[in-house]
């Protein structure tokens, strides 16, 4: 990948046929993540990803909690969903490698959001609620750790970015 720059009034990188790839199966895994929220009798599955995407309202109120992720998780998954689908087609809308990706502000604020619902998925798979918690992952786990960092290093560039053309 070559990071993000701006020109043209738009972000635009370039990406290898793996982080390609990559990016968008992470993207879909997401949305299939955040659409297969309940099991077949209507329960909300539980698991740590959908916990820190769809974090709770009021913590240990589980009453209350309820409650709040009745009116707030749709519009919630919706957007989430919508974030993963502009990264997906974003990579899908051109062709050749490498495969230059141009965001303007609306895809850009959506590939930023799109990309921390990958990470805090990744982060809850591999067990990461502090930045030192890097540090004790299995040697089964460094291969998502690597992915889970490049991932950073994509939303870095691209925040950098956006924030040299604003100022």
Do not use: C
């Amino acid at each position: 990948m070559t990071p993000f720059a701006h020109e043209g009034g738009v972000a635009v990188a370039s990406f290898e046929p793996a982080e390609v790839e990559i990016l968008a199966r992470l993207a879909s895994e997401v949305q299939d993540l955040l659409t297969n929220t309940t099991d077949a009798e209507g329960d909300a599955i539980r698991s740590s990803a959908i916990d820190r995407l769809l974090p709770a309202g009021y913590g240990d109120d589980g009453e209350n909690d309820a409650e709040f992720r009745r009116f707030t998780s749709e519009g919630l998954i919706e957007r989430k969903v919508r974030n993963a689908q502009v990264i997906i087609e974003t990579l899908s809308s051109v062709d050749g490698f490498p495969r230059l990706v141009e965001l303007d502000a609306a895809a850009s604020q959506a590939w930023l959001r799109g990309l921390t619902d990958i990470r805090l998925s990744i982060a809850a798979d591999l067990g990461i609620e502090h930045d030192d918690d890097e540090l004790h992952l299995a040697d089964g786990d460094l291969y998502l750790l690597e992915v889970y960092r490049w991932l950073a290093f994509v939303q870095e560039s691209l925040i950098d970015t956006l924030e040299i053309h604003s100022s």
